[in-house]
């Protein structure tokens, strides 16, 4: 196929909405400029802005200024060049550095910015020796931390943003029907999570997480190893990962060789309750951490504990805000739920004090207006049984 006939997923009206939207928050901020720095770990923030994915052990810094055009440094050498001839990439200035952080502070003096008041995602990524460098060559600018400033732009979805979810999701699908079709008893859970990795390679999937519980004696799942499916054990298992071109699912499905009984039955019972409840209480205007906490209120109601409650989904898998029972837990976020924001919901549910055995899903729900989607209606059973 030629290029110049490749169409990137998003367009460029979704880059100007997106850009529109940060120059506007940041003079609502008083922001001369917002700087983000990106490596494998820390990319999201960056590549929502400029369309790029960072590979390997390359590191990127965007200056994008309230005015002006933004900025981007990049210390693979091919990266610019390629740059030019990517139709996905949105950022024309991209330039090769060897030490980015004395390039950015010469591209700060060269736009006059060097006294200004300027926003940092995030302190907590930051290399120090790169903080240092840049203060040292512009002491006169006041940096601020604006790592919020992203994450409630990057919040709402737009319809572009939404397909490509939808399209994420047919991929969970994808995935969970090959591990239900893989599953024996007798097999490594590393070999059944093999026949997934084959089919959402196959379908454009690049970071991916696989998590799995199959040893009823555990309240936590772990990464697939050589551990025995047996039957009768219920076996968890979460599917989650990025696309390629980006865009996020995440899906976890527990699947049953027999029905649940006793203390087991009644945490699916609670589970049929939580998936009633979560349409009409994830709504916009309501903090994050009292849907948490009525979560957690239902659990004990019950006569059980539950963690990990789930937490907004897009670019990332993982993305702001984590859902929390408390300001006191570790990853509370003060947050307001927002229309078009898309939720993973996945609290384990566990006998108390921690104790097993384990009830576990996770579905997504897109936030609307006038009621919340379950985005995510496939495998409904709770638990999944195992055609025998």
């Given at each position: 196929m030629d290029r110049k006939d490749i169409k990137p997923e998003l367009s460029l009206d979704e880059r100007d909405r997106r850009w529109s939207l940060v120059r506007e928050r940041l003079k609502r901020e008083g922001l001369a400029a917002i700087i983000i720095y990106g490596n494998k770990q820390h990319h999201v923030p960056l590549r929502y802005l400029s369309n790029t994915a960072i590979t390997g052990a390359t590191q990127e810094v965007m200056l994008f200024p309230a005015e002006g055009a933004p900025i981007v440094l990049v210390s693979a050498p091919l990266a610019p060049a390629r740059n030019k001839q990517n139709p996905f990439r949105w950022v024309e200035n991209m330039y090769y550095s060897v030490d980015w952080a004395a390039d950015l502070a010469k591209k700060i003096i060269e736009i006059r910015l060097e006294k200004e008041r300027i926003g940092m995602d995030s302190f907590k990524t930051w290399p120090v020796r790169e903080y240092?460098?840049?203060?040292?060559?512009?002491?006169d600018i006041e940096l601020s931390e604006a790592s919020m400033v992203l994450s409630k732009i990057r919040g709402p979805k737009s319809r572009e943003e939404i397909r490509l979810m939808e399209e994420a999701i047919r991929i969970a699908e994808l995935a969970q029907r090959a591990f239900l079709s893989n599953?024996?008893?007798?097999?490594?859970?590393?070999?059944?999570?093999g026949k997934v990795e084959d089919v959402v390679r196959a379908n454009g999937v690049d970071q991916r997480l696989w998590l799995i519980a199959s040893d009823p004696e555990n309240t936590s799942a772990d990464l697939p190893?050589?551990?025995i499916i047996q039957r009768p054990n219920p076996v968890a298992f979460s599917s989650e990962f990025a696309r390629?071109?980006?865009?996020?699912?995440?899906?976890?499905?527990?699947?049953?060789?027999?029905?649940?009984?006793?203390?087991?039955?009644?945490?699916?019972?609670?589970w049929k309750e939580f998936r009633m409840m979560v349409p009409k209480?994830?709504?916009?205007?309501?903090?994050?951490?009292?849907?948490?906490?009525?979560?957690?209120?239902?659990?004990?109601?019950?006569g059980f504990e539950c963690d990990y409650l789930g937490h907004a989904i897009g670019l990332y898998v993982a993305d702001d805000p984590y859902i929390s029972s408390s300001p006191k837990m570790q990853r509370y976020q003060e947050w307001t739920i927002m229309?078009?924001?898309?939720?993973?919901?996945?609290?384990?549910?566990?006998?108390?004090?921690?104790?097993?055995?384990?009830?576990?899903?996770?579905?997504?729900?897109?936030?609307?207006?006038?009621?919340t989607k379950w985005m995510t209606p496939f495998l409904p059973g709770l638990p999944e049984m195992i055609p025998t």
């Open positions: 240092r460098i840049l203060r040292g060559l512009c002491p599953l024996r008893p007798g097999l490594q859970e590393q070999a059944v999570v190893g050589t551990t390629t071109r980006g865009y996020s699912a995440q899906v976890v499905r527990t699947y049953c060789w027999d029905e649940p009984k006793g203390e087991y039955k009644r945490m699916w019972e609670l209480e994830l709504r916009p205007g309501r903090a994050t951490h009292e849907l948490g906490a009525k979560i957690v209120d239902m659990a004990h109601k019950w229309p078009n924001e898309v939720y993973v919901f996945h609290p384990m549910i566990t006998a108390k004090d921690r104790k097993p055995p384990l009830a576990w899903i996770a579905d997504m729900y897109l936030v609307g207006e006038d009621g």
